[in-house]
């Protein structure tokens, strides 16, 4: 079965996906010199992405209208990064910036929220459904990126139709194991975001 076979080779990309993981921890941990030093060009676009999340939850969405949203996007961003293979060397980067980026916007974030309100504890639901939503949504970005490296296809066969294969695979091996996973990832992390507005004196409606 095709589910199978993709499964396989994502599979067959663990070792990488592990190194993809500790580059975007590499990433993350160079967040604080850039906190410290107000490193306001790699601060830009984390400013800019807190702000419009900030925006997104006061709207009060419908958890399900905000699992589809989270879904939309990290479904696409996650597909344009591993398509980034089509350029060697990028995937790497690539992930060394997300992992600096979403470190700076989860910080950011955070700091407004303890600015503008006590934090309320979590229901044992919701910590259940974030501690998910990091053990879904961080793999499927690491394998993704796994993916994007051993891509053969290289961005001029786009153009020529040539050699590709390898992406077609990828491809498809990203729309029946990584976005099942992605969308199971967004009803948690939606269900988990409602649940801790709750305690701000927010309503989910």
């Known amino acids: 079965?095709?589910?199978?076979?993709?499964?396989?080779?994502?599979?067959?990309?663990?070792?990488?996906a592990a190194g993809m993981a500790f580059v975007f921890g590499a990433g993350a941990?160079?967040?604080?010199p850039v906190l410290q030093w107000q490193i306001k060009p790699?601060?830009?676009?984390?400013?800019?992405?807190?702000h419009l999340i900030e925006r997104i939850v006061s709207a009060h969405?419908?958890?399900?209208?905000l699992a589809i949203f989270i879904f939309l996007f990290n479904g696409m961003a996650i597909f344009l990064y591993m398509l980034t293979g089509l350029i060697p060397g990028v995937p790497v980067a690539v992930t060394f910036l997300t992992g600096l980026n979403v470190a700076l916007a989860s910080f950011l974030g955070r700091?407004?929220?303890?600015?503008?309100?006590?934090?309320?504890?979590l229901s044992a639901s919701a910590r259940i459904c974030a501690i998910l939503t990091f053990l879904l949504e961080l793999p499927c970005f690491w394998y993704a990126m796994?993916?994007?490296?051993?891509?053969?296809?290289?961005?001029?066969?786009?153009?020529?139709?040539?050699n590709l294969a390898?992406?077609?695979?990828?491809?498809?091996?990203?729309?029946?194991?990584?976005?099942?996973?992605l969308g199971i990832s967004a009803l948690a992390e939606?269900?988990?975001?409602?649940?801790?507005?709750?305690?701000?004196g927010t309503q989910d409606v």
Do not use: C, N
């Not at 969405?61 to 209208?65: K, P, S």
């Open 1 to 16: 079965m095709l589910f199978f076979e993709s499964l396989k080779l994502i599979l067959h990309h663990t070792r990488l």
């Open 29 to 32: 941990v160079f967040s604080l």
């Open 42 to 50: 790699l601060m830009y676009f984390p400013r800019k992405f807190a």
């Open 61 to 65: 969405l419908h958890r399900f209208r």
């Open 111 to 121: 700091r407004k929220v303890l600015q503008s309100s006590q934090p309320a504890a």
């Open 146 to 162: 796994a993916l994007g490296w051993t891509i053969k296809t290289r961005l001029p066969d786009l153009f020529t139709g040539e």
């Open 166 to 181: 390898s992406t077609k695979e990828r491809v498809l091996a990203y729309a029946l194991v990584i976005l099942p996973l």
């Open 190 to 200: 939606a269900h988990a975001v409602v649940s801790s507005l709750r305690g701000f």
